[in-house]
């Protein structure tokens, strides 16, 4: 982040903090007020709750903004006053009187001083730690450590085949030098991991770390572990399998710093504080101030998980939650509760009613990132279940062929263009039958790889069945398209593949058409599948280009 982007933040961060001072000061006068009201016996039904709520707000809050003794001294008087505003017969007048005392009172009235005091410096997460996630690099770089230039040149080539751009170095040291902020992978030998891994100490953002070794007994492999490698492999490594497993560490290290988060809480100042604070740190935010909005808001932003306050209002949280899972599309969206309600009792009756999970009021900034971050880290991994391929992590025909729909109806509204393509691996069932499925998947899991890095993250790619896939090219002219397949389709045929110690290659064929030129999407879907065929009957190993105007119009004929 920016010397310019952290001042802006810290300014802003500032002013909210100013802005909940005024409010506080406002609400503790209130609070004053209604307490003394309660102390000569003029009260009305609602004063308690009014009271209760107010004290709940102050609790949950005020720690969030540096002033946590503010917040424990809101809290405690909260719990005195808390079973009086649960209470289910109306409350008598020297029930009141018992509880709020003078000395309750004159606690009330020595909240306001607590505002003096400025604990923010040192009890907030600065903002410059925050960890802030950037745009993905557009090549994968990954850097190999390997004493043995000749083994260390075979992975490099046997890499560049993947889609990854590799770069060999001889040492950890010079790894180190080299700068592994770009670095999307490092592979490494067992031994310079051992004798030299103290280095990778000092880099404040690691790579996963692959180690390469002969040796794979349980010692070795827990003495790896402990130096902090995410991987090993033993050698000669299968360059496919290594491929395979970084695509993996590469993906779950990406996915685990960003999310969609959406935020319920009626205290606008709390609301823009952890909007900004989760921003900040990666993740993409909708805030929600009235919880009325929260079903049009979930439609249009469909968030990874929810963090709702307990109280708001009219409002509570687990009802709110319980009202969400009468929907099917929202029965597995996570809903944690932010409350500085801290009574386990209480908290599994809400999480009964709908939740998932508890943050404590008040969170520290750095806390509340990370556990947000982690929560959605899982939140999609467990839809990727249900919406990704199990084999490749690649989409699910259906969903991918409800992304081609979304995809030719943007088409059609703006007058775009895109691509269409059906790919399938030549001669597959022979792979199977000669090398086992076992071999045939890892093939599979190859090309869905080099699909990831040869595309962009715009296009979608999904699973269609078997060895077939299709892909959609948003933006893309038919030329366009037919180099990049061209380019996949090549770098698919130098890959080698083992099994019992025979070696083979793989070739693909693809057939394509323009997307914007069929009346629906399964139409321009059946049209490539018609040009795949083509390049089958031509020799496989290729593009065919389908679409004509003969061809079009039969298809939409």
């Known amino acids: 982040m920016s010397e310019e982007s952290l001042s802006e933040v810290a300014r802003k961060l500032?002013?909210?903090?100013?802005?909940?001072?005024?409010?506080?000061?406002?609400?503790?006068?209130l609070l004053q007020r209604t307490t003394d009201q309660l102390r000569a016996g003029r009260f009305g039904p609602n004063d308690v709750a009014a009271a209760y709520h107010s004290l709940?707000?102050?609790?949950?809050?005020?720690?969030?903004?540096?002033?946590?003794?503010?917040?424990?001294?809101?809290?405690?008087?909260?719990?005195?006053?808390?079973?009086?505003?649960?209470?289910?017969?109306?409350?008598?007048?020297?029930?009141v009187h018992n509880v709020v005392d003078e000395a309750f009172a004159s606690r009330v009235r020595h909240l306001v001083d607590f505002l003096s005091r400025n604990q923010a410096v040192g009890e907030r997460a600065a903002v410059a730690s925050l960890p802030v996630s950037g745009e993905m690099a557009t090549e994968s770089c990954v850097l190999?450590?390997?004493?043995?230039?000749?083994?260390?040149?075979?992975?490099?080539?046997?890499?560049?085949?993947h889609g990854f751009v590799p770069l060999a170095l001889p040492t950890l040291k010079q790894a180190v030098e080299y700068g592994l902020s770009d670095v999307t992978a490092l592979i490494v030998q067992d031994g310079q991991v051992l004798r030299d891994g103290w280095q990778l100490e000092a880099v404040s953002d690691t790579p996963p770390v692959i180690s390469l070794g002969a040796g794979d007994s349980f010692d070795e492999r827990y003495a790896l572990a402990e130096c902090g490698v995410d991987g090993f492999l033993s050698e000669p490594v299968d360059i496919p399998?290594?491929?395979?497993?970084?695509?993996?560490?590469?993906?779950?290290?990406?996915?685990?710093?960003?999310?969609?988060v959406m935020i319920v809480d009626d205290d606008p100042e709390l609301l823009e504080h952890y909007g900004l604070v989760l921003e900040e740190g990666g993740l993409e935010v909708w805030r929600v101030n009235d919880p009325a909005e929260i079903l049009s808001a979930l439609s249009e932003f469909r968030p990874d998980i929810v963090l709702?306050?307990?109280?708001?209002?009219?409002y509570r949280g687990p009802n709110l939650a319980q009202m969400l899972r009468f929907e099917p599309g929202w029965l597995g969206l996570p809903i944690i509760y932010l409350s500085s309600e801290d009574d386990r009792e209480f908290q599994v009756e809400a999480m009964a009613k709908g939740g998932d999970d508890f943050l404590t009021k008040p969170v520290s900034d750095d806390f509340l990132l990370r556990a947000v971050t982690v929560r959605c880290y899982r939140a999609r991994q467990l839809d990727k279940l249900a919406s990704r391929d199990s084999l490749t992590g690649?989409?699910?025909?259906?969903?991918a062929k409800s992304e081609i729909q979304n995809e030719h109806a943007r088409c059609q509204r703006r007058g775009e263009q895109a691509v269409v393509a059906m790919l399938d691996l030549d001669h597959f069932k022979q792979v199977n039958?000669?090398?086992?499925?076992?071999?045939?998947?890892?093939?599979?899991?190859?090309?869905?790889?080099?699909?990831?890095?040869?595309?962009r993250k715009s296009d979608v790619i999904g699973r269609y069945g078997g060895e077939e896939f299709v892909v959609a090219l948003?933006?893309?002219?038919?030329?366009?398209?037919?180099?990049?397949?061209?380019?996949?389709?090549?770098?698919?045929?130098?890959?080698?593949?083992?099994?019992?110690?025979?070696?083979?290659?793989?070739?693909?064929?693809?057939?394509?058409?323009?997307?914007?030129?069929?009346?629906t999407s399964d139409d321009a879907i059946d049209a490539a599948d018609q040009a795949l065929y083509r390049q089958k009957q031509a020799g496989r190993n290729g593009v065919w280009v389908g679409g004509d105007k003969s061809v079009r119009v039969r298809t939409l004929g």
Request: a negative charge; proline letters at 3%.
């Open 56 to 95: 709940h707000r102050l609790a949950g809050s005020a720690g969030t903004f540096g002033y946590s003794d503010l917040g424990e001294e809101a809290r405690a008087l909260e719990i005195k006053l808390k079973p009086l505003a649960e209470a289910s017969d109306e409350v008598a007048p020297e029930q």
């Open 394 to 399: 690649l989409l699910k025909h259906s969903l």
């Open 14 to 29: 500032e002013l909210l903090k100013l802005r909940f001072k005024e409010k506080a000061t406002k609400d503790i006068g």
């Open 144 to 161: 190999i450590v390997h004493s043995d230039p000749v083994r260390a040149q075979e992975l490099v080539h046997g890499l560049e085949l």
């Open 241 to 260: 399998v290594l491929a395979d497993y970084m695509e993996r560490l590469i993906t779950e290290r990406e996915e685990s710093g960003w999310g969609r």
């Open 474 to 519: 948003p933006d893309c002219s038919l030329e366009n398209a037919r180099r990049i397949m061209q380019s996949v389709c090549k770098h698919m045929a130098g890959i080698e593949f083992h099994s019992d110690g025979q070696e083979f290659t793989v070739t693909l064929s693809v057939g394509m058409v323009p997307l914007q030129d069929f009346l």
């Open 308 to 314: 709702m306050d307990v109280q708001m209002g009219k």
């Open 433 to 455: 039958d000669h090398f086992g499925h076992r071999t045939g998947d890892l093939v599979i899991k190859g090309l869905a790889n080099l699909l990831r890095h040869q595309l």
